[in-house]
T-cell receptor, first 115, second 112 residues
Framework: GAVVSQHPSWVICKSGTSVKIECRSLDFQATTMFWYRQFPKQSLMLMATSNEGSKATYEQGVEKDKFLINHASLTLSTLTVTSAHPEDSSFYIC???????????FGPGTRLTVT | AQRVTQPEKLLSVFKGAPVELKCNYSYSGSPELFWYVQYSRQRLQLLLRHISRESIKGFTADLNKGETSFHLKKPFAQEEDSAMYYCALSPPGSSNTGKLIFGQGTTLQVKP
């Protein structure tokens, strides 16, 4: 159990367009989900904490208007990269927190390439 | 500021050799510490956490509050241990949200 999926697994978009990435907890409910950004051979940078039914909490330096997060249900959080630029190209990873187990479960990641 | 430091980007050892992946943290309270592992082309997964005091896949980690360290150790490395290892910290008060702060990661390469 405790599987987290992400869709799409990879996406290529043109500069100036918006892209939506979905994160789903398949077999448990997650009141809290997290979005990370990972650069090649580097660490995970926490972008924001997504709370079901309320606004996301963004980390310092992350533009909330550029990276829109919606946590509409206990099993789904979405990250929308608005007006994408080539520098937004990265690997985006989500995780879902399973409170009773005190553990985060990670999705497989989404590779975004902005041309 | 909360920070997790993994000083080595790459650690290369031969099969059967002991392994120690270093992790130091800076936080004034009593955080919870974790080690996560990412095998090639796989998602990040929990390896162990300090409160459970488990040994997973032969790995152990002891929290040293005096030295603010949480080094990961294994007496005899196996080739299948080759992966990226991340040390992570959950600040006090994050128990209800699970927020994690990750170190830079260390690539462990176990040579035959």
């Amino acid at each position: 159990g405790a599987v987290v999926s992400q869709h799409p697994s990879w996406v290529i978009c043109k500069s100036g367009t918006s892209v939506k990435i979905e994160c789903r907890s398949l077999d448990f409910q997650a009141t809290t989900m997290f979005w990370y950004r990972q650069f090649p051979k580097q660490s995970l940078m926490l972008m924001a904490t997504s709370n079901e039914g309320s606004k996301a909490t963004y980390e310092q330096g992350v533009e909330k208007d550029k990276f829109l997060i919606n946590h509409a249900s206990l099993t789904l959080s979405t990250l929308t990269v608005t007006s994408a630029h080539p520098e937004d190209s990265s690997f985006y990873i989500c995780s879902a927190y399973r409170g009773g187990f005190g553990e985060q479960y990670f999705g497989p990641g989404t590779r975004l390439t902005v041309t | 500021a909360q920070r997790v430091t993994q000083p080595e980007k790459l650690l290369s050892v031969f099969k059967g050799a002991p392994v120690e992946l270093k992790c130091n943290y800076s936080y004034s309270g009593s955080p919870e510490l974790f080690w996560y592992v990412q095998y090639s082309r796989q998602r990040l997964q929990l390896l162990l956490r300090h409160i459970s005091r488990e040994s997973i896949k032969g790995f152990t980690a002891d929290l040293n509050k005096g030295e603010t360290s949480f080094h990961l150790k294994k007496p005899f490395a196996q080739e299948e241990d080759s992966a990226m290892y991340y040390c992570a910290l959950s600040p006090p008060g994050s128990s209800n949200t699970g927020k994690l702060i990750f170190g830079q990661g260390t690539t462990l390469q176990v040579k035959p």
